[in-house]
């Protein structure tokens, strides 16, 4: 997963590769609410229940947000 980061990060800012961090984290934690959203429709569990949820942030979850970046990046150069 590092290998390819750093393959087509190469030429990003910090702020950017900031940006695509935060794009990665998002795309992540919505997918964890859909999956949470479904497991409580198919239990009965409490409402109150406490429940921790783990965000596992995926290779598929960085790849998105490289395309996302990426976009990003062009339209800047292209509208300058």
């Not at 390819?4 to 984290?25: F, P, R, V, W, Y």
């Not at 795309?27 to 009965?44: G, N, V, Y």
């Not at 965000?55 to 990046?73: N, P, Q």
């Amino acid at each position: 997963m590092l290998n390819i980061l750093q393959k087509e990060t190469k030429d990003l800012s910090g702020a950017i590769l900031s940006k695509l961090c935060q794009k990665a984290n998002k795309l992540a934690l919505r997918e964890c609410i859909i999956d949470k959203k479904k497991k409580f429709a198919q239990s009965a569990m409490e409402i109150d229940e406490p429940s921790a949820a783990i965000i596992e942030i995926r290779r598929t979850d960085f790849e998105e947000a490289i395309v996302f970046v990426r976009r990003l990046v062009f339209e800047s150069v292209v509208l300058r």
